[in-house]
């Protein structure tokens, strides 16, 4: 078959990014043919690099040799909005068999399938100030985008909905009443062969560096682990990075932990592996992190999870069962008992430790590559009144 995959850029890699370079992979060495739209030209030699991970699709589709630099960011919105939709449409037009939107939680339609990675915008209430994408102005332009996603939804054919997580699925199926496919990504690390006993007492978080990342608790529950414990962030950063940097350090100072807290600004891939092999305890700070590829890649290197009870790495990762796979927190000082607790006891850390790497290996690519194209290859056997 020809398949379009739809995705904004490229620019940026994070989990999204990731299933995309998997999804194209998959389908060429399945026979597929795969035209990649994007809004901006990809160096897909760069992608390689920072994923550590080699796939070209056949074809290519852009709307833009490189994003336009506007530094209003109400026109950079509407530019992204008009571009985005734009190659959803020229890609459901475009005589392929199967079109695919990778950026669900924007606009989840036109396309035969939408994959869903994150908390879907249309259930973040402007209203209420709730900005977590950081999107400018959204207090205003929250009510003209609703306006918009219902007028797609009746213009245009229902996609499929697939979503990275139940608990994703849930707050999906709650406010669309949509039923969707939970096809969990593929998390393959090179860090999980490294030897669990040689573990330091670091605590590590790996994030983008922005405000719906939650990163600004790290100095508050470093403060209330004593010792010689290292608390490191690593992260990619944008334009909007500087704020967030800011705080995190004054709040360091604050806490006075600015000498065991060290923040290590857009790493390389090898920079990230090694420090999952250092690291003894994986710290997420995001509530409604959807699934959190990091957090499994972490287990992958023996890494013991600390996360929000709420969120997909509870509900789905750790399946909400405390101190099997890792451990959850409801607030500051639990998280820090828990770090405490792990770095204690030598026996309890190697023991969940182990579990955790071998409960990482149900997010592998060979199971992700099985649903993804068993999903694909039977979309035009299935009943058109199920599309």
């Known amino acids: 078959m020809k398949i379009g995959l739809v995705h904004p850029s490229l620019k940026t890699i994070g989990g999204a990014e990731a299933v995309f370079l998997e999804m194209i992979k998959a389908l060429q060495e399945s026979g597929h043919t795969v035209t990649a739209y994007t809004i901006d030209r990809v160096d897909w030699k760069k992608a390689g690099r920072d994923l550590r991970y080699h796939a070209v699709p056949e074809n290519e589709y852009h709307v833009f040799q490189q994003l336009p630099s506007i530094k209003n960011p109400f026109v950079n919105l509407l530019l992204f909005a008009y571009s985005y939709l734009r190659l959803l449409f020229v890609a459901k037009r475009s005589g392929d068999d199967l079109s695919i939107n990778n950026y669900g939680e924007i606009f989840p339609s036109i396309a035969d399938f939408s994959y869903i990675h994150s908390v879907p915008l249309i259930t973040i209430d402007g209203k209420n100030g709730e900005n977590p994408y950081q999107i400018p102005f959204w207090r205003i332009t929250s009510r003209s985008y609703a306006l918009l996603y219902q007028i797609l ?15 994703n699925a849930e707050i999906i199926k709650r406010h669309s009443r949509k039923a969707p496919l939970v096809l969990y990504p593929p998390v393959n690390s090179v860090t999980k062969d490294c030897d669990i006993s040689k573990k330091e007492n670091v605590i590590l978080t790996v994030s983008r560096i922005n405000s719906k990342k939650n990163l600004s608790i790290i100095p508050e529950i470093a403060e209330r682990v004593e010792g010689e414990v290292k608390f490191v962030i690593m992260g990619k950063t944008d334009e909007r990075s500087m704020a967030i940097l800011k705080d995190i350090q004054e709040s360091s100072r604050k806490h006075r932990v600015a000498d065991r807290l060290n923040i ?6 090898g920079e990230i592996e090694e420090a999952f092999r250092r690291a003894s305890v994986y710290l997420s700070t995001q509530p409604t992190e959807a699934f959190g590829m990091a957090v499994v890649e972490a287990m992958a290197a023996g890494c013991i999870p600390v996360v ?29 008992e828990l770090i405490r607790r792990i770095l204690s006891d030598e026996d309890l850390r190697i023991e969940i430790s182990e579990r955790a790497r071998r409960r990482s290996l149900e997010y592998c690519s060979e199971r992700f590559r099985e649903r993804f194209l068993s999903l694909v290859e039977g979309f035009h056997e299935r009943p058109s009144a199920s599309r």
């Open 153 to 167: 939804e009746k213009i245009t054919e229902p996609s499929i909905i697939i979503t990275n997580s139940r608990y």
């Open 264 to 269: 290590v600004l857009d790493p390389d891939r």
């Open 308 to 336: 929000p009870r709420d969120g997909g790495p509870w509900f789905d990762v750790l399946d909400r069962r405390q101190g099997e796979f890792g451990f959850s927190f409801t607030d500051l000082e639990q998280a820090a």
